[in-house]
């Protein structure tokens, strides 16, 4: 049941763009998107629910694709402060959430 | 408003040596949820509680390990008898309903067992 995230790990320079995924096997209810940086807990970012929607927070945005049981983050022109790990989760029939085992980025100067 | 408390930050425990994590949820928020976090990896769900209730324990391991919600206080996960492969990062996390609503994380509890 835990989403399969790509890639694995994203290296960047300071306001370039990136792309991060989330599949599921089986149909969803809501994808969540989190970003923890080292030692500290992870961190809200949105929410989506089931119809195709996207939303925006500054420069990070996401779709939700219902028929293909996926989710993007969407990163344009990153800076230095969105280096973390992003987690997707993932909620099935509004049951619990289930995490991918996230995508390290790293942004450089 | 406060966030999402854990105590412990950090807690170290001899094999063998019981381990009790405590969460204190958002004010307002009767969902608790229990992550286990090893050293560069996901979050792996455990259990899921509402007040006096468990309503989902399908991560938890099925022997040394509890959890529970009183009506009064924190959440605690107990673990009992360590062994060097509960050394994890734990954390909690709160909402105000379930399913479809952010989940607010504490700053978790870094457990050694030596």
């Known amino acids: 049941q835990q989403p399969v995230q790509s890639p694995q790990a994203v290296i960047l320079r300071e306001g370039e763009d990136a792309v991060i995924n989330c599949s599921s096997s089986?149909?969803?209810?809501?994808v969540h998107w989190y970003r923890q940086k080292h030692g500290e807990a992870p961190v809200f970012l949105m929410i989506l629910l089931k119809g195709g929607e996207q939303k925006g927070h500054e420069k990070i945005s996401a779709s939700f694709n219902e028929k293909k049981q996926q989710s993007s983050l969407y990163l344009t022109a990153s800076q230095l402060s969105y280096s973390g790990t992003y987690f997707c989760?993932?909620?099935?029939?509004?049951?619990?959430?289930?995490f991918g085992a996230g995508t390290r980025l790293t942004v450089k100067p | 408003n406060a966030g999402v408390m854990q105590n412990p930050r950090h807690l170290v425990r001899r094999r063998g040596q019981e381990a009790r994590l405590r969460c204190s949820p958002m004010k307002g928020h009767s969902h608790v949820y229990w992550y286990r976090q090893l050293p560069e990896e996901g979050l792996k769900f455990m259990v899921y509680l509402q007040k006096e209730n468990i309503i989902d324990e399908s991560g938890m391991p099925k022997e040394r390990f509890s959890a529970e919600f009183p009506k009064e206080g924190p959440s605690i996960l107990r673990i009992q008898q360590v062994v060097r492969g509960d050394s994890a990062a734990y954390f909690c996390?709160?909402?105000?309903?379930?399913?479809?609503?952010?989940?607010?994380f504490g700053p978790g509890t870094r457990l050694t067992v030596t």
């Open positions: 989760g993932t909620e099935f029939n509004n049951n619990d959430m289930r």
């Open positions: 996390a709160s909402s105000r309903e379930k399913g479809a609503y952010e989940q607010y």
């Open positions: 089986k149909a969803l209810y809501s």
